[in-house]
């Protein structure tokens, strides 16, 4: 499975290693390196690097890469699951799990990556369970250990470790009882010049915040499930009944989980909720014009706020003069990228951005004009239209409070123009 791994930053310092069988030389990484610098931006770089004695399958997080190397075939995707698993462990723990954070808390990470994986395969991967093993860091608690000269691990062995529901600790309690779901929805479009839909994909997830005293056997509902035929289940999800009912039947984990992840790809479901207008064009006399305007489609109602649109140039324009009616706008000379943050949008009043392109003088018009990539948000609206309609809990006598949040935002919105 997997024998090493490599912690490296966008500089490519390899500033953490952990080796569970042999030990793997750092040289190995110079394929990981070769790729990087081969690659036009960092999430170019192919997730899985074949060498002639190893597989490199890597991830990027925050700036940061997780390298695994493994010495046999292995499913590529089940160690960019584990990794991208151990990272959120990382931000669970931390809060955050930047270059930093990492070499702040070097201790408790290799204490993790010892539990995570035992002889190079996944052992403990829950939360928490690796909570009861490895107690979280503290002020309090990195000062009682450095005066005493003990560790964040404890000495006995977690009472959920052995149980048929490893991912929820036994003697759970508390004096208010409370569950939260987020439902989060993006939107990923690719939009033609003529703005006909080339492709439209929703990438959505349910994630939890449970306080729930005792066991609690929950029974969770949608309006519409059989829309959800491409979906990801936390391992605490009865399979079975969700096959045969489409209701999701599970004992929470307790805190913060990502219950189940779904993906829409059918086109007469998703209903973009942005629209961009656009005009640019370019002459012979080294200097373009640009006018363009962004609204609101098919949101319900809900307004569409942190807009942003970033607009990659061609090398030979030098400068910017432009008109904004809403928000404002930076053109950087060196990355030649120009971005536009609108903010919210006033459907009565459109945010419009318009004036001239000045181009390198004795260069031709450049030869394809900009992709506009698109950020947004959009709260309290899934725009596939998913909705919870129930959550019942079984097993215990008291009634929690139940939360349901909806929300919409970009993930790869992009406008040809």
């Not at 990382?90 to 010892?114: A, H, N, S």
């Not at 039947?249 to 913060?256: I, Q, T």
């Not at 189940?260 to 656009?278: D, F, G």
Request: hydrophobic residues 40%; charged residues 20%.
């Amino acid at each position: 499975m997997i024998h090493s791994l490599f912690i490296i930053n966008t500089s490519g310092d390899v500033f953490m290693e952990k080796h569970w069988k042999s030990v793997i030389p750092r040289c190995v990484c110079d394929y990981f390196f070769d790729a990087q610098r081969k690659a036009n931006c960092s999430e170019d770089i192919p997730p899985v690097i074949t060498t002639p004695h190893h597989y490199l399958i890597s991830v990027l997080r925050n700036n940061v890469f997780y390298v695994a190397v493994c010495m046999t075939e292995v499913p590529p995707l089940f160690v960019i699951e584990f990794l991208h698993r151990a990272v959120d462990i990382f931000v669970d723990y931390f809060g955050e799990c930047t270059e930093t954070t990492i070499k702040e808390q070097y201790v408790v990470v290799y204490e993790l990556l010892d539990e995570l994986l035992d002889n190079g395969f996944p052992l403990a991967t829950e939360s928490n369970v690796l909570k009861e093993l490895i107690k979280p860091p503290n002020i309090l608690r990195s000062i009682a250990n450095t005066v005493t000269g003990k560790t964040n691990m404890s000495m006995t062995l977690p009472t959920s470790q052995l149980s048929n529901v490893p991912w929820r600790r036994a003697g759970v309690k508390y004096t208010t009882n409370d569950i939260l779901l987020d439902l989060t929805e993006e939107v990923d479009a690719i939009i033609d010049k003529s703005g006909a839909t080339v492709t439209a994909e929703i990438q959505g997830y349910v994630d939890c915040w449970a306080r729930l005293s005792g066991m609690p056997d929950l029974t969770l509902t949608f309006t519409n499930p059989r829309m959800l035929d491409d979906v990801s289940f936390h391992p605490c999800v009865r399979l079975r009944r969700w096959e045969d009912e489409r209701v999701l039947s599970f004992v929470p984990p307790d805190g913060n989980f990502r219950l189940l992840s779904y993906h829409i790809s059918s086109q007469s479901v998703v209903a973009l909720p942005v629209y961009v207008r656009h005009n640019i064009s370019f002459r012979d006399t080294a200097a373009g014009r640009m006018d363009i305007t962004v609204g609101p489609r098919q949101t319900m109602g809900r307004t569409v706020e942190n807009v942003k649109l970033e607009l990659p140039m061609s090398k030979s324009v030098v400068s910017c003069n432009l008109t904004v009616t809403q928000g404002k706008y930076s053109f950087d000379p060196v990355t030649r990228v120009l971005l536009w943050d609108v903010g919210r949008i006033d459907p009565t009043k459109l945010p419009n951005i318009r004036g001239n392109l000045s181009l390198v003088s004795g260069s031709p018009p450049p030869e394809c004009s900009p992709t506009i990539g698109v950020q947004f948000s959009i709260s309290q609206l899934a725009v596939s239209g998913l909705k919870v309609n129930r959550l019942d809990i079984y097993g215990e006598k008291y009634k929690p409070f139940k939360g349901v949040k909806y929300a919409t935002k970009a993930g790869k919105f992009q406008v040809r123009t």
